[in-house]
């Protein structure tokens, strides 16, 4: 009998590796031309089979970076904003007249860029805007309708429209430090990192507050999957999905817990059109994708997640939990091992990041709770 899994194309075969000669604090892509952002002043374009090209940018530490597929917008310790197109040629968009670090940055609608420094946001579209934040800027995301930027900062965050500089910013409070903001892609929820190991959120229409608590350690990288149907979150030895499919998100519902490991997940990040989401932990980049039975109905999140494959340096671990047969919406299993990386964790399960977290108490995942007076 033929094996199914002869004909299935080995990670190895896809990847080479890349001498950074330095710390990378970031990765983007310019059509097939991987854009690696070093720690220190400089992008290394890596194109196949082709020796990287080093292009300085900055004048000391990159603090931030962006892209949109046309262009990496990053940020310095020396004040600029710096655009650098694929052929490595670079523009100063911005270079901050006190000097400030550069510690934020978003991309826009028609090609707006907004970024931070101290307690002011910016934003150039076609017009050079600025808003004084309340403390320091602690992330920014743009809403995708219309034209809005969310500021997080301490107490809470900010919904400011820049084009309409007589508008009153919508203020969205909850006590502590915001240090980070993503919006979801349909624009209903805006979630923002905390300075304690939870993630808070609101829902933009009324305003109702989730509080995603619960985890090991301090949520540093977080994604939205394809469609935005889920949330992928690092914080925790398992990679953490938090359910957005219906218009309450994750209210009162438990977060998907899945491919445990020994280390914290450190950088999540999910492909743009397939529900794939890709994990770094300590020495180790997963890949992790959702399987749906083929007889399953558009709207059914009831999928699973499973590992498919683990890259340790230049090796590639074999994959564990179920190989999913592409195109022919069936499974061939394979030998599982409860408790290690890529183990298939069936739909419906409830634990919470770092263990069982019963339904109904003040911090439960999820939960809809009040703002603080």
């Known amino acids: 009998m033929t094996d199914a899994r002869s004909d299935t194309v080995s990670v190895v075969e896809q990847t080479h590796p890349v001498a950074a000669g330095g710390?990378?604090?970031?990765?983007?892509?310019?059509?097939?031309?991987?854009?690696?952002?070093?720690?220190?002043?400089?992008?290394?374009?890596?194109?196949?089979?082709?020796?990287?090209?080093?292009?300085?940018?900055?004048?000391?530490?990159?603090?931030?970076?962006?892209?949109?597929?046309?262009?990496?917008?990053?940020?310095?310790?020396?004040?600029?904003?710096?655009?650098?197109?694929?052929?490595?040629?670079?523009?100063?968009?911005?270079?901050?007249?006190?000097?400030?670090?550069?510690?934020?940055?978003?991309?826009?609608?028609?090609?707006?860029?907004?970024?931070?420094?101290?307690?002011?946001?910016?934003?150039q579209a076609k017009e050079l805007r600025e808003f004084e934040a309340p403390s320091t800027v602690g992330g920014l995301a743009f809403?995708?309708?219309?034209?809005?930027?969310?500021?997080?900062?301490?107490?809470?965050?900010?919904?400011?429209?820049?084009?309409?500089?007589?508008?009153?910013?919508?203020?969205l409070e909850w006590k502590g430090s915001h240090l980070g903001a993503a919006v979801s892609p349909d624009g209903r929820f805006l979630v923002t990192t905390m300075q304690e190991p939870m993630l808070h959120g609101w829902?933009?229409?009324?305003?109702?507050?989730?509080?995603?608590?619960?985890?090991?350690?301090?949520v540093t990288s977080l994604r939205w999957t394809a469609g935005g149907h889920w949330l992928a979150t690092s914080g925790s030895t398992q990679l953490i999905?938090?359910?957005?499919?219906?218009?309450d998100g994750p209210?009162?519902?438990?977060?998907?817990?899945?491919?445990?490991?020994?280390?914290?997940?450190?950088?999540?990040a999910c492909h743009p059109r397939q529900e794939i989401v890709a994990t770094s932990i300590q020495g180790m980049v997963?890949?992790?994708?959702?399987?749906?039975?083929?007889?399953?109905?558009?709207?059914?999140?009831?999928?699973?997640?499973?590992?498919?494959?683990?890259?340790?340096?230049?090796?590639?671990?074999?994959?564990?939990?179920?190989?999913?047969?592409?195109?022919?919406g069936s499974m061939t299993p394979m030998p599982n091992q409860p408790g290690q990386p890529g183990q298939l964790v069936p739909p419906g399960t409830t634990t919470g990041p770092g263990g069982t977290t019963p339904p109904g108490t003040t911090t439960a995942p999820g939960q809809l709770v009040t703002p603080p007076k």
């Not at 034209?147 to 007589?166: D, E, K, M």
């Not at 749906?292 to 499973?306: C, E, I, M, Q, T």
């Open 23 to 123: 710390a990378v604090v970031g990765a983007h892509f310019l059509g097939r031309t991987a854009v690696l952002v070093l720690g220190e002043e400089a992008l290394l374009l890596a194109e196949p089979k082709t020796e990287p090209r080093r292009v300085d940018v900055h004048a000391g530490a990159i603090l931030a970076s962006a892209g949109d597929g046309e262009r990496v917008i990053t940020g310095g310790d020396d004040g600029k904003v710096v655009a650098t197109n694929v052929q490595g040629e670079m523009r100063t968009l911005a270079a901050d007249a006190k000097h400030r670090w550069i510690d934020h940055l978003a991309l826009g609608p028609d090609g707006a860029v907004a970024w931070s420094a101290g307690k002011t946001a910016f934003v």
């Open 143 to 171: 809403l995708p309708k219309g034209f809005r930027l969310a500021v997080a900062h301490y107490n809470g965050a900010t919904l400011w429209f820049p084009n309409a500089p007589q508008a009153t910013p919508e203020k």
């Open 203 to 218: 829902r933009l229409a009324d305003g109702k507050h989730m509080r995603m608590s619960g985890y090991a350690a301090r």
């Open 241 to 247: 999905l938090w359910p957005f499919q219906t218009k």
């Open 251 to 268: 209210m009162g519902k438990q977060p998907r817990l899945l491919a445990p490991s020994e280390h914290r997940v450190q950088v999540v």
């Open 286 to 328: 997963r890949l992790d994708v959702m399987v749906r039975p083929a007889d399953s109905k558009a709207d059914n999140d009831h999928g699973w997640y499973v590992t498919l494959s683990g890259i340790i340096g230049d090796a590639v671990g074999a994959p564990r939990g179920d190989m999913p047969l592409w195109g022919s």
